[in-house]
């Protein structure tokens, strides 16, 4: 491609609004364009660069057995209150009415819509099991898009479904299609880790988030600083073991507590530590009220809470409400002569002796508090989040933190939907089963930010050559100088013809200006046609490392070769 015959809009300034590396870089090289918050244009650059990983995603789906089909965007409402969700989605889910008033949805994600085709084509367990998927557009409202491409309202999508006879055959995919997602993300050259995850609005059970590590991911990943285990922190397990001391319990004790109302603050005005202390918070479980305990160094994992009463919705309750069940305010909450809620406490609270709590009365707390003795506990159960230094749940190492930023998450569904839509089968004894479901997407344009994201320096982005739009970038200083543009020519078409991708940068533009535009595009390799035209000797830079060298041209195609191989 000559980059006089395409459009590639760069900028020299960072945009304002762009707070990220990824978004600030794909604006500046011309890669992507705003249209509206949360929606793009994807430039020629942006499109050549989704083409590619697009193409990897097929190979490797394809390879794991699965085929492809593309299913519409616009979805009738009817499908989504089949499975209960179009309410309970949230307001994520972008709703229309078309001109006869009918409702329908901008497809946030396709699990109705493939339920609903595949409980229609396929009746027998011999059809089974049948994984298909489709990469395309997808729409939610988000309440605030930000970071470019990694949080959008509309962004491009591979969602993939499978549908099995028996749960032995979902897992058998699902590990397929678990190795294939590792296969794409590596051949992206990501840096990620495959972490356990929560099912969140999706449901199911067994699910695994592939997190590509990044200082700005909004997920932190808990891993194992001696082995491969990672976890979202939501789901990491706590297995620390706490023993109670061997102090003797001392005698409860009403203090006054004027203005203090965190643990912090408590803390320190009775001179004791976080550890020490009792926090309590009352939380709505689904249609009742609960009152969740947990040590003072310590905070609740709504996620674990969610998971232990097998609740759909868990909520912190506000400060009105809490005065209206407990008559106290947040800051002075605590276990102590509670009766009308049911309490549940982390596995750490067991081990505190002569520590503090509120007092559910404004500016009072209760020291020498000891659990069982002071007041009951209906459940222990791990309820916190695990913290940096906690021992690892697989037993090997401990615990430290990472950002990530989510690009593929593969989940086990089970029959959460084929129940709900009643996508049924006969199995070989003829019976009629409930289809067991697998559900499998990768954020296609978020895969490709964050490549950018990892990938760049201080002068532009830096692409690995398996994604970049273009293999080469052909330089010529002065097309005007007609033994730079016959070579420049030259190599354009042999290049092409031994098969590589290249941008011939053909303008009537200044060198600076070139290189720099070169340097913020970051394709692999940079071969420049200059003052050694007549000598056939052109320069070949590297872009990742900056290493430079001039090459006669009859070298060229064998060097590129090697170089491109190498990288």
């Not at 430039?43 to 697009?54: A, D, F, H, T």
């Not at 674990?304 to 305010?329: H, I, M, Q, R």
């Not at 097309?479 to 543009?485: C, F, G, L, S």
Request: some cysteine.
């Amino acid at each position: 491609m000559k980059q006089s015959m395409t459009l590639i809009p760069t900028l020299r300034e960072v945009p304002s609004d762009a707070e990220v590396k990824s978004h600030q870089l794909l604006l500046r090289a011309g890669f992507i364009r705003q249209n509206a918050s949360g929606v793009y244009t994807y430039m020629p650059l942006g499109r050549k660069v989704l083409q590619k990983v697009e193409a990897i995603i097929r190979e490797e789906m394809n390879h794991a057995g699965a085929a492809e089909l593309f299913m519409p965007a616009l979805q009738q409402a009817e499908l989504w209150q089949e499975s209960g969700r179009w309410y309970s989605y949230g307001p994520e889910l972008m709703r229309l009415r078309d001109r006869h008033d009918r409702e329908f949805a901008l497809g946030a994600t396709h699990e109705e819509v493939i339920t609903s085709l595949v409980r229609d084509e396929v009746k027998s367990y011999k059809r089974l099991p049948l994984t298909l998927y489709q990469i395309q557009t997808k729409f939610r409202d988000e309440k605030r898009p930000r970071f470019g491409l990694l949080r959008g309202r509309e962004f491009i999508m591979k969602d993939a479904y499978s549908f099995h006879a028996t749960q032995k055959s979902l897992d058998e995919v699902y590990e397929r299609l678990f190795q294939a997602y590792t296969n794409i993300f590596r051949r992206c050259g990501l840096n990620f880790r495959a972490v356990i995850a929560d099912s969140g609005a999706m449901g199911g059970k067994d699910t695994h988030e592939f997190m590509v590590l990044s200082e700005i991911g909004e997920d932190t990943i808990a891993y194992s600083d001696t082995s491969d285990y990672a976890a979202n922190i939501e789901m990491a397990p706590v297995t620390a073991v706490y023993e109670k001391s061997g102090k003797q319990a001392n005698e409860l004790e009403k203090i006054h507590t004027e203005n203090k109302k965190s643990i912090e603050e408590v803390s320190a005005f009775l001179q004791v530590e976080d550890k020490d202390c009792v926090k309590s918070l009352l939380f709505k479980v689904d249609d009742r009220h609960v009152l969740v305990l947990v040590r003072g160094d310590h905070e609740v994992n709504e996620i674990k809470l969610k998971n232990f009463f097998e609740a759909s919705v868990v909520e912190l309750a506000d400060a009105n409400t809490t005065k209206e069940v407990l008559g106290c305010s947040v800051g002075s909450l605590g276990p102590v002569g509670v009766g009308n809620v049911e309490v549940v406490a982390d596995h750490a609270v067991k081990g505190v002796v002569n520590g503090v709590c509120g007092a559910n009365e404004e500016d009072y707390h209760y020291q020498n508090v000891n659990p069982e003795r002071d007041f009951k506990v209906s459940a222990y159960a791990d309820f916190r989040f695990i913290k940096e230094g906690d021992p690892s749940p697989d037993g090997n190492g401990t615990i430290v933190f990472a950002k990530g930023i989510e690009v593929g998450h593969v989940f086990k569904l089970g029959t959460r939907y084929s129940e709900a839509m009643n996508a049924v089968f006969l199995d070989e004894n003829g019976r009629t089963q409930p289809m067991i479901m697998g559900c499998y997407g990768i954020g296609v344009s978020r895969t490709m930010a964050a490549v950018a994201e990892q990938f760049n320096d201080e002068n532009g982005l830096v692409w690995p050559q398996n994604i970049s739009p273009f293999d080469v970038h052909l330089i010529a200083i002065n097309m005007k100088d007609k033994e730079q543009a016959a070579l420049a020519e030259e190599l354009y078409a042999n290049m092409k013809t031994s098969g590589l991708d290249v941008l011939l940068d053909d303008r009537q533009e200044r060198p600076g200006v070139k290189f720099a535009d070169s340097d913020l595009i970051g394709l692999p390799v940079r071969v420049t046609v200059g003052k050694k035209a007549s000598e056939g000797i052109v320069e070949v830079k590297i872009r990742k490392n900056g290493e430079m060298q001039e090459i006669h041209k009859d070298q060229l195609a064998e060097a590129l070769k090697t170089i491109l191989q190498e990288l």
